[in-house]
């Protein structure tokens, strides 16, 4: 039951992340992420993606 919640939290979260993301277009994104930034990130596509910093 608690299941379709947790759903639904997550995709709004993920839809605000995006619109976020879309708004900073404008600003220049490192390549390679500094330490502080977490490894989950969006690409230029607006996709999803784990950056595997080595």
């Not at 879309?22 to 230029?44: C, I, N, Q, T, W």
């Amino acid at each position: 039951m608690k299941f379709k919640y947790v759903v639904v939290i997550l995709m709004l979260l993920a839809t605000a992340c995006v619109m976020i993301f879309s708004g900073l277009k404008d600003v220049p994104v490192p390549r390679v992420a500094p330490r502080e930034y977490p490894p989950l990130m969006f690409d230029e596509n607006g996709e999803f993606t784990v950056l595997h910093l080595t």
